[in-house]
């Protein structure tokens, strides 16, 4: 009996185990149903979460970088009147100093260039909202890079435009904002993750700072009336670039892109003059450039040496004084062409570079 009744309490501790686990399996299933909710809540959550910190005044004080600070401080100008303004992709923020060009054609001027990847998603919502804001320029003058006139600029699909999202979702329309990160869902992903890791990344800089009184070059720079000189030394030769071909093709996308900053801002100001910005000498794409633009653009398409520049497309502190006194010569001659831009003569700057015929300084000067 003993052995038989060991065998039943055994029986009976095994049923009872089986009815505990049955009974288990349900709390079980639901515990992992709810843990993998949450794993697809979690980002659901903190995408929306990372795009409104992406906008925000914080972010932009505590995360954005030089180029969208100086991007974003164009919508706090009110009231401004300034002879010249200048407008275009980053060649313009880096090349064109309105210090320099007042100094030599005694005309106030603005520089609201932005980066091309602002370009690429905001159009000219930058330049519209300016000129609703701010009295009638006599001169704008817009100024891309060659590559700026390619067609492919105007397009951003599978191409991750942090800074544009970043200037459309703080100042287009809400009805703009909601179409474009609906239609560009890979774009809004990634635009959560750009605002979620340089937010990361300048705590570390400031923990950083904190501890060692150091601070990075980028964050000693001071943006002056929208120019600036990135932190970066002069190059010394360019990189390998894809050959292009001259088309027909680019060439009326070119004149159909000049023509309509003619069409639309010829009202909202004296003269329109689209430009093109200078371009490494030893770039290799320089012939097909200069072709796809010769007389589509205000001024010729000029090369320089490498060495005024601090990659393919931004300028030196030398490098940008050139490139802005070559504009304050095409802004004097346009000035005779057209009396009204000016009430008295122009000043008459000490040439170091001509539109025909262009000296530079030594490489080394500062």
Not at 58 to 83: E, K, L, P, Y
């Amino acid at each position: 009996m003993t052995v038989n009744g060991s065998t039943i309490a055994v029986y009976e501790e095994e049923s009872t185990i089986q009815t505990r686990s049955a009974a288990l399996v349900p709390l079980v299933r639901r515990a992992s149903l709810n843990y993998c909710f949450v794993l697809l809540l979690l980002p659901l959550l903190a995408i929306p979460a990372f795009i409104a910190l992406g906008r925000s005044d914080f972010f932009m004080h505590h995360g954005a970088s030089v180029w969208v600070r100086s991007n974003d401080s164009i919508f706090q100008m009110t009231n401004r009147n300034c002879d010249v303004l200048i407008f275009g992709d980053s060649t313009a923020m880096t090349g064109i100093n309105p210090e320099v060009v007042e100094s030599n054609t005694g005309l106030k001027t603005c520089n609201i260039a932005v980066t091309n990847a602002v370009l690429a998603v905001t159009d000219n919502l930058t330049l519209n909202h300016y000129l609703a804001h701010n009295a009638k320029p006599k001169v704008l003058l817009v100024q891309f890079s060659p590559d700026g006139f390619q067609r492919e600029s105007k397009t951003w699909h599978r191409t991750i435009y942090a800074e544009g999202l970043l200037e459309l979702l703080r100042h287009g329309t809400p009805q703009q904002a909601h179409r474009i990160l609906l239609t560009h869902p890979q774009e809004s992903i990634a635009f959560a993750g750009y605002s979620a890791g340089f937010s990361a990344f300048y705590v570390i800089k400031d923990v950083w700072f904190h501890a060692t009184h150091l601070r990075s070059e980028e964050d000693t720079l001071t943006v002056r009336n929208g120019f600036f000189t990135p932190p970066a030394p002069p190059r010394t030769s360019c990189d390998t670039a894809a050959p292009l071909s001259g088309s027909s093709q680019a060439t009326d996308f070119s004149r159909a892109l000049v023509d309509d900053y003619h069409s639309q801002y010829d009202q909202q100001s004296g003269v329109v003059l689209v430009n093109v910005a200078p371009i490494p000498s030893c770039d290799q794409n320089l012939a097909v450039y200069s072709s796809e633009l010769n007389g589509i653009t205000s001024n010729a398409l000029l090369s320089l040496p490498i060495g005024l520049f601090n990659d393919s497309r931004h300028y030196t502190a030398v490098g940008s004084t050139i490139v802005s006194r070559l504009v304050s010569e095409e802004l004097n001659e346009v000035a005779v062409r057209n009396p009204s831009i000016v009430a008295h003569t122009p000043t008459s700057p000490r040439v170091i570079a001509s539109l025909r015929n262009v000296r530079y300084p030594p490489i080394g000067i500062r």
